[in-house]
């Protein structure tokens, strides 16, 4: 296996003004339970898992995407794609770059062939002074609205009519945005003395979202202070326990809203909400539209 390639992906210390992507691909498909083969890309690949569960190794970590999650695969850097579920799973897929950099007329200028890597054709990712790139964090759960728009730009890209070009690249712009704003999902984070007790205490809130985790029931697990056991979840989850709390119950209620017939109320009391209204009101607040509007517009995707 070759070692990871500091080269790649490329940085770009750039602002916002500077960015104008190309989308090279956008497309729907359905892949069978399996392993696909390792690779490369030129350019840069959002793979959003629409029904089932994939998983991607990369930089030797194994990222597991749950439906509603999507994966970041960055120009340059190896990675393996893997189809957990079975019989399937169907994705949304889309290739691009952030500075129009590729002219792509098939298949070959997207993945690299190992026998004639072309070094000039690898694409540059933007860095933005005080803020992380986004391959620093590759699995994101983006919003409905983020989702929306990457189903527009599918129908955009296949349907390709007048001014498509232009449609699409506003689409990407929008979509980028949205997930540089998502709260990032759990990562690996920064090696700490606690690090792994945290990470199985993390695991558990995965597992059971609808447990009591007060800030207080966290800390007495942890046996550390609340101010101490919130700044390491912080350095490793990105953001503080309640709000990782929230984010844990929220994509589940997605997920139930999604693929379940159960009630809203029952969905509410599933991940840890007793109080229906106050479950209607949390959801509104992080995704924009209430969990009844939700699961209308998931059904029509």
């Known amino acids: 296996m070759e070692k990871p390639d500091s080269r790649y992906p ?18 729907f498909q359905r892949m069978p339970t399996g392993v696909l083969p390792r690779r490369r890309l030129y350019d840069f690949e959002l793979l959003y898992v629409c029904q089932g569960e994939a998983a991607t190794t990369m930089r030797g970590q194994r990222y597991r995407i749950e439906a509603g999650q999507l994966v970041f695969l960055p120009s340059g850097v190896y990675h393996q794609n893997e189809v957990v579920s079975s019989p399937d799973a169907r994705f949304l ?3 691009f770059d952030f500075f129009d950099e590729l002219d792509i007329q098939t ?5 690299v062939n190992e026998a004639a890597v072309q070094p000039n054709k690898f694409t540059q990712e933007p860095r933005i002074e005080g803020l992380a790139p986004l391959s620093e964090h590759p699995v994101y759960t983006p919003p409905l609205v983020c989702v929306q728009l990457m189903e527009q730009l599918v129908h955009e890209f296949t349907m390709r009519p007048l001014g498509y070009e232009l449609v699409c690249r506003a689409l990407m712009l929008q979509i980028v945005a949205h997930l540089l704003r998502s709260p990032l999902s759990r990562t ?14 993390m695991e558990q809130i995965e597992a059971e979202p609808s447990a009591s985790w007060t800030n207080k029931a966290i800390a007495e697990k942890m046996n550390l202070s609340i101010d101490h056991t919130a700044k390491l979840f912080k350095q490793i989850a990105g953001m503080p326990p309640s709000e990782f709390v929230q984010s844990i119950r929220h994509r589940e209620a997605r997920r139930l809203l999604r693929e379940s017939d159960q009630s809203i109320e029952n969905v509410g009391i599933l991940i840890g909400y007793t109080d229906i209204h106050y479950f209607s009101r949390i959801f509104s607040r992080h995704e924009g539209i209430s969990p009844r509007e939700y699961r209308k517009l998931s059904k029509i995707l």
């Open 188 to 201: 690996s984070g920064q090696a700490s003395l606690h690090g792994g007790k945290l990470a199985e205490l």
């Open 93 to 95: 897929g889309i290739h």
């Open 107 to 111: 298949e070959a200028d997207m993945v």
């Open 10 to 27: 490329s940085i770009r210390m750039t602002t916002f003004r500077e960015w104008s992507p190309s989308v090279h691909y956008a497309q």
